[in-house]
């Protein structure tokens, strides 16, 4: 046990060790047997790209390379040059956090490039009442501290309502140039087939908050002209389809009857009198039935409920067989969905987890896919696995 080999091992061991090489040996070795996040068509890297964020809502990838993320108790924050900024964007308008609300979507406008105005939607109130409102304001970046200025509000929901649910809150902007606002019904849900106030509804407005041209319910009377579509329960993915430019959307059911829709100028989609979701715990029915003549019927159904948050279509280079499919977020689901599309039809459904409660999901011009986990407070980019 004491030969001179014995010895001469034993040295070079307590060499090694005191310069930190055994561990570094561990650490690379580790990294190796770290497997790739499996799916039906690619292996994932998945990196982090920002951690301890505090109820993330959603992601903006701006033409810039900067990122911006809301956290819904009311910062906005700043990725540049792939670091978490520690400062949040000053100049916000205060915030109310109530229940789902706070500080919820944020898109960068068409013109970004040229104007630098980012769009928000958050949630403003008081101890009795609270609705969804969106602002507008220029974005300027000095070294490591970010800040909004000529901050305007362009849209506010009317009524508000006491309850701390359904805030709707994504915005896209369309072709033309105006901005679809998704708004939920406040948990007033019978409000959601009445033309003469928002709850329930998807309002389109110019980029000032102005009725644009088009809007289907311009000329009828008792209605509010921003309207573009009623009968939602509360959306809260919402995406452009990158050819036909229609809005498709998706919507929580209460227990189970989460929807996908295509959104079309002037239609009803039924809630509360036409669903798929029962009331909760009880499970009774809600309304007349399953189906109506004159209301859409949905692309997709989710029974039991999967809780769909954010949406978008890949168009990239980096999944080529991933092409033309729908990603969303499931927070009930704890999952990244992919739905297969055949035209505007639903063919498959794949269920990615390791992500926690996805609350957003974008697709970069990198082609990469962005994951905003609510439940683990990351930033995530997805790429194909060497």
């Known amino acids: ?24 040996a561990f650490s690379v070795s580790a990294q190796a047997q770290e497997s790739p996040l499996k799916t039906e068509r690619y292996s994932l890297k998945v990196e982090t790209l920002a951690s301890g964020l505090v109820s993330p809502w959603s992601v903006a990838l701006l033409p810039d390379g900067l990122i911006l993320v809301t956290e819904k108790p009311g910062s906005l924050r700043v990725l540049r040059d792939g670091k978490l900024l520690a400062a949040p964007v000053s100049g916000l308008p205060k915030v109310t956090v109530r229940g789902q609300g706070g500080l ?9 490039r040229q104007n630098r105005l980012v769009y928000w939607s958050f949630a403003v ?28 509000v362009i849209f506010v929901q009317k009524p508000k309502a006491s309850a701390g649910q359904h805030f709707g809150s994504r915005l896209v902007w369309d072709r033309s140039g105006n901005l679809f606002i998704t708004l939920g019904d406040r948990a007033r849900q019978d409000e959601a087939q009445n033309l003469g106030n928002h709850l329930g509804t998807v309002v389109r407005v110019t980029e000032t908050g102005a009725i644009p041209d088009g809007n289907p319910f311009v000329k009828r009377e008792g209605a509010l002209p921003e309207i573009f579509t009623y009968g939602n329960r509360n959306v809260q993915g919402a995406a452009l389809h990158p050819r036909s430019g229609e809005l498709w959307a998706h919507e929580h059911g209460p227990q189970g009857g989460d929807e996908l829709n295509i959104l079309r100028a002037g239609r009803n989609y039924g809630w509360p009198v036409i669903t798929y979701g029962r009331t909760y715990g009880l ?4 309304g007349e039935g399953t189906e109506r003549a004159d209301i859409p019927k949905a692309l997709k159904t989710w029974i039991p409920s999967i809780a769909p948050s954010g949406l978008t279509f890949y168009t990239g280079a980096l999944f080529p067989a991933w092409r033309d499919s729908l990603f969303l977020g499931a927070l009930a689901g704890q999952a990244l969905v992919r739905l297969t599309l055949n035209g505007d039809t639903v063919v498959g459904e794949e269920r ?18 962005y994951v905003l986990s609510e439940s683990t407070g990351r930033l995530l980019r997805l790429t194909p696995a060497p």
């Open 104 to 112: 919820l979507d944020v898109v960068a406008h068409p013109g970004y």
């Open 352 to 369: 990615i987890a390791g992500f926690g409660r996805v609350r957003d999901v974008r697709e970069g011009a990198d082609g990469a896919l």
């Open 283 to 286: 499970g009774k029915q809600i």
């Open 125 to 152: 109130g008081n101890e009795s009442e609270v609705g969804t409102e969106v602002a507008r304001g220029r974005l300027d970046c000095q070294r490591d501290l970010c800040s909004l200025s000529d901050v305007q």
């Open 1 to 24: 046990m004491n030969s001179p080999s014995l010895k001469i091992i034993r040295s070079i061991f307590a060499v090694i060790h005191s310069c930190g090489l055994i561990v570094a």
